[in-house]
């Protein structure tokens, strides 16, 4: 009797992590720096967080719709490829066992050993054996686009929600200092959690995500300062 275990590997939260990391980026990032931005413009509090509400509710969508678009793409190439393998195993069975047969002697079987592995996984599950070993597509990483969507948006959502909460409780005097030293902040703690989650160093993540968030509030608050003495 063999007892069934499986182990939980980080490259199955590959997916969903890229797309909720990535959309918390996004939401802190854009959002702090619009705030930001439109505050070094002599904007008044109120039009700040207007601006502020408006750039999380359009964030949100277009991270939402660019995530579904860009992961259907994926879908869609998957699903045309797995129905050409399903074509060519009915066309050519036997010229596919060969193919998948010499897929596992180029990966250290001999030629008799991957004959039998290929014979049972033909046996057992032909397309699935395919989709794997030639395509490279599994259940693990198949692209999933609403939930890539759904996470993207939520994900911005709640970053953006962050530099903006903190824009409506400090004053007007103070919120350009605040909301650049919070974001930073939240920045940091999100890269360096992305980063254990994905197994890497923590403070390599959290640097790495603040430096680009620095710059990108630095720049925008610079365009907002020199367009608002313009004007």
Same mark, same amino acid.
């Given at each position: 009797m063999f007892l069934s275990h499986r182990e939980r590997h980080r490259?199955?939260?590959i997916g969903w992590l890229r797309a909720t990391v990535l959309g918390a980026n996004d939401g802190i990032v854009s959002t702090a720096s619009l705030l930001l931005g439109v505050a070094a413009a002599?904007?008044?509090?109120?039009?700040?967080?207007?601006?502020?509400?408006?750039?999380?509710v359009a964030g949100a969508m277009s991270m939402a719709a660019g995530e579904y678009v860009s992961v259907h793409s994926?879908?869609? *190439? /998957?699903?045309?490829?797995? !129905?050409?393998?399903? *074509? /060519?195993?009915?066309?050519? !069975?036997?010229?596919?066992?060969?193919?998948?047969?010499?897929?596992?002697?180029?990966?250290g079987l001999d030629a008799a050993l991957a004959k039998q592995v290929a014979d049972q996984l033909m046996v057992h599950d032909a397309i699935g054996a395919h989709a794997r070993d030639e395509?490279?597509?599994s259940a693990a990483f198949s692209a999933r686009p609403i939930q890539a969507a759904l996470a993207s948006a939520g994900s911005f959502a709640v970053g953006a929600a962050m530099p903006l909460l903190t824009a409506a409780i400090v004053s007007e005097a103070s919120?350009?200092?605040?909301?650049?030293?919070?974001?930073?902040?939240f920045l940091a703690i999100l890269g360096g959690l992305a980063a254990r989650a994905g197994g890497a160093s923590m403070t390599a993540g959290a640097m790495r995500v603040t430096l680009w968030g620095a710059l990108a509030m630095g720049l925008t608050a610079g365009v907002g300062a020199l367009f608002g003495t313009a004007g």
């Open positions: 490259t199955e939260r002599h904007a008044t509090h109120n039009n700040v967080l207007v601006a502020g509400v408006a750039g999380l994926q879908a869609d *190439t /998957e699903q045309a490829d797995l !129905a050409l393998e399903r *074509t /060519e195993l009915k066309l050519d !069975a036997p010229g596919e066992h060969k193919e998948l047969t010499a897929i596992y002697v180029a990966r395509l490279g597509i919120l350009i200092p605040v909301v650049s030293g919070t974001s930073l902040m």
